[in-house]
């Protein structure tokens, strides 16, 4: 089992920058491919983006060129460093992991099997 807790969310400023961290505990996560999710008030969860094993990453469209996540495994941590924030990009942030992909990465939920609890990420205008 892993257990994986977000950090990093808080109240920004239209424009400003937040980096969020997954750290990971209770076995390596070097294999594993890593996602961001967010869920706004009264709206669904959606992918925001992903990294795999390999460190090639995937984006929602919305967020392309304003988000990169990367991956320390050193640390056993993935971060989310997100840039140009926009009010829309309130939400609650959730990191995943998905430990039986062999290749690639998923932008569905019900294929990441690990989740942490969230952090607030608020971005006002």
């Known amino acids: 089992q892993v257990q994986l807790v977000e950090s990093g969310g808080g109240l920004v400023q239209a424009g400003g920058s937040l980096r969020l961290t997954c750290a990971a505990s209770?076995?390596?996560?070097?294999?594993?491919?890593m996602a961001w999710f967010r869920q706004a008030p009264g709206k669904e969860r959606e992918f925001v983006g992903a990294?795999?094993?390999?460190?090639?990453?995937t984006y929602l469209d919305s967020v392309k060129g304003r988000f990169t996540i990367s991956r320390d495994n050193a640390k056993n941590t993935v971060y989310l460093q997100m840039n140009s924030l926009k009010p829309e990009d309130t939400a609650v942030y959730y990191c995943?992991?998905?430990?039986?992909?062999?290749?690639?990465?998923?932008?569905?939920?019900?294929?990441?099997?690990?989740w942490g609890q969230g952090t607030q990420v608020t971005v006002s205008s």
């Open positions: 995943a992991a998905d430990d039986r992909r062999a290749v690639g990465v998923s932008t569905e939920e019900y294929e990441y099997d690990y």
């Open positions: 209770g076995r390596t996560i070097t294999r594993d491919a």
């Open positions: 990294i795999n094993r390999l460190s090639s990453t």
